[in-house]
């Protein structure tokens, strides 16, 4: 509700209707809350608040009416607040007695609302008592047919969840065949430039000096057909564009980027509320982008996000987390909406989540996005070894509940975004993005890592000791950032024909095959895993046994 009024997630007006029941399983209202009624949330806004007797179906339809009115005259909130009751408890089977003594010996002595509208119909000579009884034993006929029916179902059948914007979107696709993510240098050039350049009314507009120093700087990496981490972002959002798909960012501070890193919304340092967004400036015919600071609570942004990406497979939309500690107050909707939303309710999104993530100094909830949390609920085997074919990758990614990734490269994050659209399906994706990697003189990528041919790697071998495998003496296996701190040791120790790095860059689903492989590559190599969080926490955990599965227990793994 608070995001009611708010530019980039208002509806316009909603009708929340409340089924009130008054108690809270087995809790007294003034137990519950410390206003009058529990609609008093509503204040915050000043939306109309209507209290309806649930009993009184002409009254609960009349309110209902007088609140379409409102919300289709003003486009602002209204609440149906329908006061009512469960004549058995909480759950239907309850004993309400127990806790509730006094209301429930009232409510045992109510009709129900249905006989008690009924008998106002009868008294006013609307319908007979045959038309009621009549009515009343063919809705019977119709429950006890159904319950009958059931009783000779030998499996379940989905309903067709499919809505109006996902029509059509999985007819004539092969479910195990993903687009190619790579594009023309072409268009990275464009986009580049774009996202490169002051407003092309850079006279009249002036934007912070330190800008004219990142857009330089950019441009200096453009030339060099190199780029970092906020470019790579802006090339995979603007190539989408291109292609029709919308793309939506929000978040706490993501115009800027919470680490100052991609200013796509720059203003004008003398005008008020002037602001030029080069992405929604690429192309004549592009998709719309919206990119947009959100509130400051998690569950309602993130929640608001995910019923954003149900609604049309066809946009790119990404909540992006201040630091990714902070997804522990949206941990409802990630527990029991992001992570289990197919399962529970068939329903597809491919809703993506930026969770900046590293031990880097920053203190207690500044440092880790809880990997380790999102990995205990992937839906994958640990002792489970698909088996080996062409199509083993994307039937990972088809069977699994949602993806997490931790890249290292800027241009394998460039896949990784456009690979949520080129899928045949919709799955959740969750990323633990860099802080320090965003400026890191080392994180740059080429553009021949991206242009036509290229595709996101699920693991990336160390290519430095790929010629002499049997020298090697230490595998290491990590994800994410720490690969640069190893880097840099086995560098300062001149190890560099000793030990060799590979980098798993898609953590879930696991690639067995892909492990097995880098294993075999080096047998008489130790296997190590190497990670900054501790050893409780972090990847450690999954990626111990499904390491084990990897090569059959055959090699130790520490």
Same mark, same amino acid.
């Given at each position: 509700?608070?995001?009611?009024?708010?530019?980039?997630?208002?509806?316009?007006?909603?009708?929340?209707?409340?089924?009130?029941?008054? %108690?809270?399983?087995?809790?007294?209202?003034?137990?519950?809350?410390?206003?009058?009624?529990?609609?008093?949330?509503?204040?915050?806004?000043?939306?109309?608040?209507?209290?309806?007797?649930?009993?009184?179906?002409?009254?609960?339809?009349?309110?209902?009416?007088?609140?379409?009115?409102?919300?289709?005259?003003?486009?602002?909130?209204?609440? %149906?607040?329908?006061?009512?009751?469960?004549?058995?408890?909480?759950? +239907?089977?309850?004993?309400?007695?127990?806790?509730?003594?006094?209301?429930?010996?009232?409510?045992?002595?109510?009709?129900?609302?249905?006989?008690?509208?009924?008998?106002?119909?009868?008294?006013?000579?609307?319908?007979?008592?045959?038309?009621?009884?009549?009515?009343?034993?063919?809705?019977?006929?119709?429950?006890?047919?159904?319950? +009958?029916?059931?009783?000779?179902?030998?499996?379940?059948?989905?309903?067709?969840?499919?809505?109006?914007? @996902?029509?059509?979107?999985?007819?004539?696709?092969?479910?195990?065949?993903?687009?190619?993510?790579?594009?023309?240098?072409?268009?990275?050039?464009?986009?580049?430039?774009? $996202?490169?350049?002051?407003?092309?009314?850079?006279?009249?507009?002036?934007?912070?000096?330190?800008? /004219?120093?990142?857009?330089?700087?950019?441009?200096?990496?453009?030339?060099?057909?190199?780029?970092?981490?906020?470019?790579?972002?802006?090339?995979?959002?603007?190539?989408?564009?291109?292609?029709?798909?919308?793309?939506?960012?929000?978040?706490?501070?993501?115009?800027?980027?919470?680490?100052?890193?991609?200013?796509?919304?720059?203003?004008?340092?003398?005008?008020?509320?002037?602001?030029?967004?080069?992405?929604?400036?690429?192309?004549?015919?592009?998709?719309?982008?919206?990119?947009?600071?959100?509130?400051?609570?998690?569950?309602?942004?993130?929640?608001?996000? /995910?019923?954003?990406?149900?609604?049309? &497979?066809?946009?790119?939309?990404?909540?992006?987390?201040?630091?990714?500690?902070?997804?522990?107050?949206?941990?409802?909707?990630?527990?029991?909406?992001?992570?289990?939303?197919?399962?529970?309710?068939?329903?597809?999104?491919?809703?993506?989540?930026?969770?900046?993530?590293?031990?880097?100094?920053?203190?207690?909830?500044?440092?880790?996005?809880?990997?380790?949390?999102?990995?205990?609920?992937?839906?994958?085997?640990?002792?489970?070894?698909?088996?080996?074919?062409?199509?083993?990758?994307?039937?990972?990614?088809?069977?699994?509940?949602?993806?997490?990734?931790?890249?290292?490269?800027?241009?394998?994050?460039?896949?990784?975004?456009?690979?949520?659209?080129?899928?045949? $399906?919709?799955?959740?994706?969750?990323?633990?993005?860099?802080?320090?990697?965003?400026?890191?003189?080392?994180?740059?990528?080429? $553009?021949?890592?991206?242009?036509?041919?290229?595709? $996101?790697?699920?693991?990336?071998?160390?290519?430095?000791?790929? +010629?002499?495998?049997?020298?090697?003496?230490?595998?290491?296996?990590?994800?994410?950032?720490?690969?640069?701190?190893?880097?840099?040791?086995?560098?300062?120790?001149?190890?560099?024909?000793?030990?060799?790095?590979?980098?798993?860059?898609?953590?879930?689903?696991?690639?067995?095959?892909?492990?097995?492989?880098?294993?075999?590559?080096?047998?008489?190599?130790?296997?190590? @895993?190497?990670?900054?969080?501790?050893?409780?926490?972090?990847? @450690?955990?999954?990626?111990? &046994?499904?390491?084990?599965?990897?090569?059959?227990?055959?090699?130790?793994?520490?």
């Amino acid at each position: 509700m608070h995001l009611s009024d708010l530019p980039d997630y208002t509806t316009h007006g909603t009708i929340h209707i409340v089924v009130n029941n008054q %108690i809270g399983f087995t809790t007294d209202p003034r137990h519950s809350r410390s206003s009058p009624y529990c609609t008093d949330v509503a204040r915050v806004v000043n939306a109309p608040i209507f209290h309806v007797n649930g009993d009184d179906p002409e009254a609960v339809m009349h309110v209902c009416k007088v609140a379409a009115e409102w919300r289709a005259t003003f486009h602002k909130d209204v609440i %149906i607040d329908i006061v009512s009751y469960r004549r058995n408890g909480h759950n +239907e089977i309850d004993e309400p007695m127990f806790t509730q003594p006094l209301m429930y010996k009232k409510i045992r002595g109510t009709k129900p609302a249905l006989d008690i509208y009924a008998n106002q119909l009868i008294t006013e000579g609307v319908v007979t008592a045959e038309e009621v009884k009549s009515v009343k034993d063919k809705y019977e006929k119709i429950c006890e047919e159904a319950f +009958e029916q059931a009783k000779t179902e030998t499996h379940i059948k989905y309903k067709d969840w499919i809505d109006s914007p @996902w029509s059509g979107f999985f007819e004539g696709k092969d479910p195990l065949k993903v687009a190619p993510t790579g594009v023309i240098e072409e268009t990275l050039v464009h986009i580049g430039n774009r $996202f490169s350049s002051p407003p092309p009314n850079a006279a009249e507009f002036v934007i912070h000096k330190g800008l /004219l120093r990142v857009l330089a700087a950019r441009k200096e990496m453009l030339e060099n057909k190199t780029i970092d981490w906020a470019l790579a972002e802006a090339m995979a959002f603007g190539s989408l564009l291109k292609e029709g798909i919308h793309v939506r960012l929000s978040g706490q501070d993501v115009e800027r980027g919470t680490f100052s890193h991609r200013h796509h919304v720059l203003h004008h340092q003398t005008v008020d509320k002037a602001t030029y967004r080069p992405l929604c400036h690429l192309y004549p015919d592009q998709a719309p982008y919206t990119v947009c600071n959100s509130s400051l609570s998690e569950f309602g942004v993130l929640g608001f996000e /995910l019923g954003y990406s149900m609604t049309n &497979p066809n946009a790119l939309v990404c909540w992006e987390a201040q630091f990714g500690d902070f997804n522990n107050t949206a941990q409802c909707i990630i527990d029991q909406f992001v992570s289990s939303g197919q399962a529970k309710w068939v329903r597809q999104s491919g809703l993506v989540m930026l969770l900046p993530h590293g031990m880097e100094g920053m203190g207690p909830e500044h440092s880790s996005a809880r990997v380790e949390r999102f990995l205990q609920m992937c839906s994958d085997d640990p002792d489970y070894f698909p088996p080996e074919s062409d199509e083993f990758a994307i039937r990972q990614l088809h069977d699994i509940n949602w993806i997490v990734a931790n890249c290292s490269t800027p241009g394998n994050y460039f896949h990784l975004l456009r690979r949520q659209i080129a899928l045949p $399906f919709r799955k959740p994706l969750i990323v633990l993005t860099p802080k320090s990697l965003l400026r890191h003189p080392e994180c740059r990528s080429n $553009f021949s890592e991206m242009t036509e041919g290229t595709d $996101f790697q699920r693991l990336i071998p160390d290519a430095l000791t790929a +010629e002499n495998p049997n020298q090697v003496k230490r595998v290491i296996f990590c994800t994410g950032r720490v690969y640069y701190d190893l880097l840099k040791a086995r560098r300062d120790r001149k190890l560099d024909s000793d030990i060799s790095i590979s980098r798993i860059e898609q953590i879930s689903p696991f690639p067995y095959d892909l492990v097995k492989a880098e294993c075999a590559k080096y047998p008489n190599a130790e296997l190590v @895993w190497a990670q900054e969080e501790h050893k409780n926490q972090g990847c @450690w955990t999954y990626v111990q &046994p499904r390491f084990d599965t990897a090569i059959n227990s055959t090699r130790d793994f520490r």
